[in-house]
């Protein structure tokens, strides 16, 4: 896996100022939200047409670039171009997005831990 950081500092400070509590409200929207999405993306892991993967998908990947989770982001791009895929190469773009999620999440709990 990449060594980058999972988090744009820059971006996220534009939209925090810094503010630890802000950030942190942010982040519980942001993970809970997210959980939401990668649920209904697992549930449309599917063959063929899916427009409820390409939406939830679609949902991930903005919530992913508002919060500066870039990683995240480019793999929603790609699973929102999955719209008539197959139900394996689903799968293997759900886990790439999950083991993102993880990175991401893990660098949110050690910014408040700070």
Not at 19 to 48: P, V
Not at 90 to 100: C, F, N, P, V
Request: proline share 1%.
């Amino acid at each position: 896996m990449t060594d980058h950081s999972p988090l744009n500092f820059d971006m996220l400070n534009s939209f925090t100022g810094g503010d630890k509590a802000m950030m942190e409200q942010f982040f519980t929207l942001y993970i809970e939200e997210s959980e939401k999405n990668i649920k209904c993306l697992s549930e449309n892991c599917t063959d063929g047409q899916n427009e409820d993967w390409v939406a939830n998908a679609h949902l991930l990947k903005g919530g992913s670039g508002s919060i500066g989770a870039e990683g995240m982001h480019r793999l929603c791009s790609q699973a929102q171009e999955m719209k008539d895929s197959t139900q394996i190469d689903r799968a293997k773009k759900l886990q790439e997005i999950i083991t993102e999620f993880q990175r991401v999440k893990n660098q949110m709990s050690a910014l408040m831990a700070e």
